[in-house]
């Protein structure tokens, strides 16, 4: 790779950085500083890079503290600084560490130069990474070899159990999924998906793939960009089925954008019925649109609405309720690392008082002989078992029913709440994630 398209890709990984550690996500951030350099490549190079530098942020740190003392507290140093040790440490993008440091060097302003030369040569001299673990006690080493925040260890400890929070924390990322769109594709959309040799059928679900490398080719990305087939976890959609949506259901679809759901609803439900899809953002329900366009839903209509207090008519009432709630993304950290930093014991609890709160809401407008399906893309109890369990002490009237009773994947939920869904990544194969079904006593 030339000298120069290595420093563009490290420029907008670092620029990218700065805006993670104000809060922006990875891709959000490099769409951004994309548009703001318009004339630089390498925007997949230095995604890499940038998720690369977040998958271990922790062990990158203590380097640079033993190094300098301390973390820089100016953003901009403390970015190049983590991006230096991560390519320094790991140029397997770059092909060597020769590309790199010609790249970190044209990118580096001079103010910091002589302190990227230290920390380079630093990092040069100490290859190691034991080197940088040996004083600390078990957990800690544990959080330093995973990439995971020391709490976030000692939470999954608490909650697992020793050994199956080893499992989950040294776990490796999980398979990408396709599957057919079976409102738009036809019997030679399905027969030349399995012409494609970097796609493997998955036993036991009809109609979904799993993609065995990172990227997709030409032909089958114009098959993903037509919405013959649609990228989503195969938790994310059996969450959907969970609820078994029926073609004359009214549905009520909270949270919505971007729309993997509402097209998942529509497929099940055979293009019939109606679906009534509220999120409170109105940039993300333009993304709705465009996706259920693309995928050929007819039977969705979008309404910006806060769903922790949603402006539907009072005489409104729905068979099907998918309350699909933000949440702390515990169970796609692989996919997302950055989540880990932002995420905290107080975090989760301002998620749940949320998570509850669209709950309370949505079930007014329940049909006495509906169901909520409520689901996370979360593993942690605070978000899931626990708003279940307050729910329910609020709503007497209400019962969880079992889900998903022929799937043979996942676990019943936690502290009691067998008739809840869990999934693992690491045992599962899937996103982390939780599902629950509630109805009204009969």
């Excluded at 030349?192 to 799993?210: A, C, D, I, N, T």
């Excluded at 109105?282 to 996706?291: G, L, P, Q, V």
């Excluded at 909520?372 to 369990?389: K, R």
Aim: glycine fraction near 8%; include cysteine; proline fraction near 5%.
């Amino acid at each position: 790779m030339p000298v120069s398209i290595i420093a563009s890709s490290i420029f907008l990984a670092w620029r990218t950085l700065i805006l993670v550690a104000e809060g922006w996500s990875e891709r959000g951030g490099l769409a951004f500083v994309s548009r703001r350099n318009p004339s630089l490549a390498g925007k997949r190079e230095a995604l890499g890079f940038v998720l690369g530098v977040l998958a271990r942020r922790n062990l990158v740190d203590r380097i640079i503290e033993t190094c300098h003392g301390s973390l820089p507290l100016n953003k901009e140093r403390l970015s190049l600084a983590r991006l230096a040790v991560h390519l320094v440490r790991d140029p397997s993008r770059l092909g060597s560490k020769r590309g790199a440091l010609e790249g970190l060097r044209r990118v580096c302003p001079q103010p910091y130069r002589s302190e990227l030369e230290r920390l380079i040569g630093y990092v040069l001299a100490n290859e190691d990474p034991a080197d940088f673990v040996r004083s600390l006690d078990e957990n800690y080493r544990l959080a330093l070899e995973t990439g995971f925040p020391i709490w976030w260890v000692k939470y999954c400890e608490r909650v697992w159990g020793r050994s199956f929070a080893l499992e989950l924390l040294r776990s490796g990322p999980r398979p990408r999924y396709l599957h057919v769109n079976n409102l738009r594709a036809d019997t030679e959309v399905i027969a030349e998906l399995s012409m494609f040799s970097e796609l493997e059928p998955v036993q036991r679900f009809f109609g979904f793939y799993k993609s065995k490398g990172e990227g997709l080719g030409g032909a089958l990305r114009e098959l993903l960009e037509k919405g013959f087939v649609e990228a989503q976890d195969l938790a994310s959609f059996l969450a959907v089925e969970a609820g078994n949506p029926r073609s004359d259901d009214h549905v009520l679809d909270v949270c919505a954008a971007p729309g993997a759901k509402t097209g998942a609803l529509a497929e099940l439900m055979n293009n019939e019925g109606e679906i009534v899809s509220i999120d409170y953002s109105a940039k993300r329900m333009r993304d709705w649109s465009r996706m259920i366009k693309k995928l050929g839903v007819r039977t969705a209509s979008g309404i910006v609405e806060d769903g922790t207090r949603p402006g539907l008519r009072h005489d409104r009432i729905f068979d099907l309720i998918l309350v699909d709630p933000p949440c702390s993304g515990s169970g796609i950290f692989d996919r997302n690392p950055g989540m880990r930093w932002h995420l905290s014991a107080q975090r989760l609890a301002k998620y749940a008082q949320l998570q509850y709160q669209l709950l309370e809401q949505s079930s007014r407008f329940l049909r006495p002989t509906g169901r909520i399906l409520y689901s996370t893309c979360s593993i942690a109890l605070e978000e899931n078992e626990n708003v279940i369990s307050r729910f329910l002490s609020s709503h007497p009237e209400f019962e969880v029913r079992p889900v998903l009773e022929r799937v043979q994947l996942g676990s019943p939920g936690l502290r009691g709440w067998s008739n809840c869904r869990r999934f693992y990544p690491h045992r599962d194969a899937t996103a982390g994630y939780f599902i629950a079904r509630l109805e009204h006593i009969s």
